[in-house]
């Protein structure tokens, strides 16, 4: 870990898993959390990003009102692998970037960074530490259908498909988060908060 920065803790999981409810946990106690997927949607909206996502994707790719239509972007990169990695060699870059930026403002002792990928883009890498965020695949269907009525059964299983199953990451992940509903989410948040704590203090 660099002396100058915070201890970062790398929070991830498929979609509908929960890892931003779980994030959010950590947020009500102070810690700074740096949430990728959001901060990505508003880089969508920067000039040069625009530029390049359209010359992708094509004008259907943003609204009228300029904002991107990310029902539309994710339609299109779900069915098509080689548009979805050329995309996400536009978007990790400047995400990647804007994150160093917002880290290096950062003063609290540890800081969360919660992103989809982290293992699949090879993000867990700058990290310290990580935690996966785990829930049984139909609670998350329903969780997904009940947060984004506008995606069909097809498109949430093409993006749990382009996700690594959880057995993969399970195997790479420090710290595993149950949220099957049985399990308290603050409970394994108050214990990872002090397992961070006792890292950084060289206890463990």
């Not at 548009?83 to 804007?98: K, T």
């Not at 149950?178 to 002090?194: G, M, P, R, V």
């Given at each position: 870990m660099d002396d100058k920065l915070p201890f970062q803790l790398g929070i991830t999981g498929g979609i509908g898993s929960g890892k931003s409810v779980f994030a959010r946990i950590f947020s009500s106690m102070g810690i700074p959390v740096y949430e990728s997927d959001a901060e990505a949607r508003n880089l969508y909206s920067v000039p040069e990003i625009r530029e390049q996502v359209i010359a992708l994707l094509g004008s259907k790719s943003y609204s009228e009102d300029g904002r991107p239509d990310t029902s539309a972007i994710?339609?299109?990169?779900?069915?098509?692998?080689?548009?979805?990695?050329?995309?996400?060699?536009?978007?990790?870059?400047?995400?990647?970037?804007?994150?160093?930026?917002?880290?290096?403002?950062?003063?609290?002792?540890?800081?969360l960074k919660v992103a989809a990928l982290l293992f699949e883009a090879d993000i867990a890498s700058g990290l310290d530490y990580t935690a996966l965020v785990i829930s049984p695949e139909t609670l998350r269907k329903t969780r997904i259908s009940r947060r984004d009525p506008q995606r069909g059964a097809g498109q949430i299983e093409a993006i749990m498909t382009a996700q690594w199953p959880?057995?993969?990451?399970?195997?790479?992940?420090?710290?595993?988060?149950?949220?099957?509903?049985?399990?308290?989410?603050?409970?394994?948040?108050?214990?990872?908060?002090?397992?961070?704590?006792?890292?950084i203090s060289g206890k463990t």
């Open positions: 994710a339609a299109m990169i779900y069915k098509n692998p080689e548009i979805r990695v050329a995309l996400n060699g536009i978007i990790h870059p400047a995400v990647a970037a804007h994150y160093q930026h917002w880290l290096k403002n950062q003063h609290k002792p540890f800081i959880d057995e993969k990451k399970i195997k790479l992940a420090d710290f595993i988060v149950q949220n099957d509903e049985k399990h308290s989410l603050i409970d394994q948040a108050i214990a990872l908060e002090k397992l961070v704590k006792n890292l």
